[in-house]
């Protein structure tokens, strides 16, 4: 069961820059519940009151009962941008914009047995067939035991919880009838229809 969605904000430093944001110095950290993951569905339903969100592709990590990562997956971290704009130049929490239902969807997992088998993985989305991102997990700010240990000694970590590590340049807007297509080559693929 995924209690927790521990999600690292703007690991990558193209995607901070397409945003308009600061390189972070230090793992920025917001929360998904994970009430919101579905996992390995066939079908992303948009929210009643949203026609248009955003697409983040990210490589997630699972916490096992040792709080040690056993497995991994794709996941989409699901972005209303008009509300986050709103509520960052207010100062207020992310929450409305990144913890509704359905926020995460999530491919099938794969094992891992060792971290180093994922410091080299390229993460690809393609929406109704067209490239819109690609990057790889070489490019991120803060790496995977960074980022874990920042993690254990912070929050309240539990075991089946997710860390999403950050996502690639090339964010942006889905609609209802789109097809997206998530891709780890030689790890993963998924694709989701939206409805």
């Not at 929210?47 to 592709?57: A, C, D, Q, R, V």
Request: hydrophobic share 40%; glycine share 8%.
């Amino acid at each position: 069961m995924i209690q927790n969605i521990w999600a690292v904000g703007r690991n990558y430093a193209e995607h901070a820059k397409e945003l308009g944001n600061e390189v972070p110095t230090e793992p920025l950290l917001f929360l998904k519940a994970g009430s919101c993951a579905t996992l390995a569905s066939k079908d992303l339903h948009l929210p009643s009151w949203k026609n248009e969100l955003h697409y983040e592709t990210e490589l997630a990590l699972q916490f096992d009962d040792n709080l040690q990562i056993d497995a991994a997956c794709i996941a989409l971290d699901l972005t209303d941008r008009e509300k986050q704009n709103q509520l960052k130049a207010k100062g207020q929490p992310w929450t409305l914009a990144k913890s509704f239902k359905g926020a995460c969807p999530l491919s099938e997992f794969f094992p891992v047995s060792d971290l180093e088998e994922l410091r080299n993985l390229d993460i690809i989305l393609k929406v109704n067939g067209e490239l819109r991102q690609q990057g790889n997990t070489s490019q991120m700010i803060f790496g995977f035991e960074h980022l874990l240990q920042f993690v254990r000694t912070h929050f309240p970590v539990m075991p089946g919880d997710l860390l999403l590590t950050g996502t690639p340049p090339g964010v942006g807007a889905f609609k209802k009838g789109d097809l997206l297509e998530a891709e780890i080559p030689g790890k993963i693929k998924h694709s989701w229809k939206v409805v």
